[in-house]
């Protein structure tokens, strides 16, 4: 007795062309929405360590973002807000050095350069303060200082020079306020020397 003939292989085979449109129809979307998650993940890493102004780690961060998914558009813009900080910061550390070293002759070009790059860096405009502070510009010490903490306003150190300049401008009252700030604001980053020092300036200032 024969029984029915068995299938050939080509009829238990799917074809390749159609197991082909089933990995571009199925496995590529899903590859794509899960690279595009994973590339948001990264994104939102990068914009985070940029806006604390964690240079290398955002452009790290969005290189990666980038490389799994070369269409998150945030993370390319923020990849170069990221380079550009960095190279500012490198300007801005050049500044502080030449400061450091009583180089003021030389600070001022450097410095006005960090500033100019870094806009919307307020480490610029308080290196910047700095020089002013000696070379005797305390109304400019103290307008670079107001940006600093206008782009800053939890930063203490610009607080700090700024009540300085203003003591030596004899603006005593805002002197005394800038310290009473800086001394709160020192206070909640839980340094105790920062704040006894900023209690201790305003304590020598004149009372009105």
Known sequence: MTGDPAPSPQARTLPRWFVATLVVVFCIPVAVFVCSLVS???GTRCHEALARHDD???QRLCSIAVAVYPFNVQAQLDRDAARHAAEAASVETQC???VN???FHDAQPVCRQAVDRASGD???FVAEAQLFMQTGDYRSAAADCSTAIRLAPSDPNAYMIRAKASARLRDFKDAASDY???ALLFQQRADDAGRK???AAAATLPHH
């Open 197 to 199: 020092a900023a209690l």
């Open 180 to 182: 009473q700030t800086a």
């Open 101 to 103: 070293a009583k180089r």
């Open 56 to 58: 290398r780690s955002a």
């Open 40 to 42: 948001t993940s990264y």
């Open 122 to 124: 307020p480490r610029a």
């Open 96 to 98: 502080q050095a030449l």
